[in-house]
């Protein structure tokens, strides 16, 4: 199968009623076991990559690996950038062939998120690729992204924001948090108002940690897409930890990183099958 288009895969999933999951990758290994994941799962999803994840790699990388991964695959999957920091790394993914776009200018004043905004939908839309945008701030760490301020996304910006910028998903800020080190606390009641007033379906970032309860209720505040990072990554890192503790020897990484496929994978199908219970 090819890599999904990203309203298709969107427009998919509302007629489906499926909640996708957006899975973080940073290499051949994860990318591959988030593809088998969902294959295994049976349910459509994204593999992600943020732009500091792109550092050792390149787009064009990822989409051949994706590609490669993607052969077998009986699943819609769309590749979508994570976090785009830069009007560059949005046209370097779109020219390579990702299928979806997260422009995070969210740290920016208003006005230049809305301008950065803008400008990565006018380039996306020519090529048929829809834009992810974040309106608001999470707390926590992803990556290289660190953020103490707890800035809520507020109802009463959201349509004027979606209508100005003209993005498809919006990222918002509802007490969810990115990483494993602060327990998130989403407000459903928030989530509820933005989703009368948003003109698209919403994103959840910082999967990771919250409870899947309140991922199944946020389903009917048009929660379209949840965003899992930490999780996978430490299905990851915690195979080779527990290789090398086993055997301080051990320097077979071709096994360690079959398993790390295996781990990470059923991590995956868990997801996926979870928010979609
Ligand atoms: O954009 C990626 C996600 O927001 C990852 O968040 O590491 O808390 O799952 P997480
Ligand atoms: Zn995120």
Redesign the pocket.
């Known amino acids: 199968m090819k890599i999904a288009n990203g309203f298709d895969i969107m427009n998919y999933a509302k007629r489906h009623g499926i909640m996708l999951p957006a899975f973080n990758t940073t290499n051949l290994e994860m990318t591959y076991a988030i593809v088998k994941g969902l294959n295994k799962a049976e349910l459509p999803g994204y593999v992600q990559i943020?732009s500091n994840n792109l550092r050792l790699s390149n787009p064009d990388v990822i989409t051949y690996i994706t590609q490669q991964a993607m052969k077998d695959s009986d699943v819609p999957i769309a590749l979508h950038l994570?976090?785009g920091k830069s009007y560059e790394d949005v046209k370097a993914c779109v020219n390579a062939g990702f299928t979806s776009i997260m422009i995070?200018a969210s740290h920016l004043p208003l006005e230049e998120n809305i301008k950065e905004v803008q400008r990565a939908v006018e380039y996306c839309h020519f090529y048929g690729v829809p834009v992810e945008a974040e309106l608001g701030a999470?707390q926590g760490k992803?990556e290289d992204?660190v953020n103490e301020a707890d800035c809520k996304t507020d109802p009463d910006m959201v349509a004027d924001f979606v209508e100005r910028t003209g993005c498809d998903l919006l990222?918002v800020s509802v007490g969810n948090v990115?990483g494993l080190d602060l327990t998130p606390k989403v407000d459903l009641p928030l989530l509820e108002k933005i989703s009368k007033v948003s003109p698209v379906p919403l994103v959840m970032?910082?999967g990771s940690g919250i409870p899947f309860d309140i991922i199944q209720k946020a389903r009917q505040y048009n929660l379209l897409k949840v965003?899992y990072?930490s999780d996978l990554r430490k299905a990851f890192v915690s195979t080779f930890g527990v290789g090398y503790e086993k055997n301080h020897n051990c320097a077979s990484v071709i096994e360690l990183s079959i398993e790390a496929v295996e781990n990470v994978s059923k991590k995956a199908e868990e997801l996926v099958k979870i928010i979609n219970a």
């Open positions: 943020s994570d976090h995070d999470l992803e992204i990222a990115h970032h910082g965003n990072g």
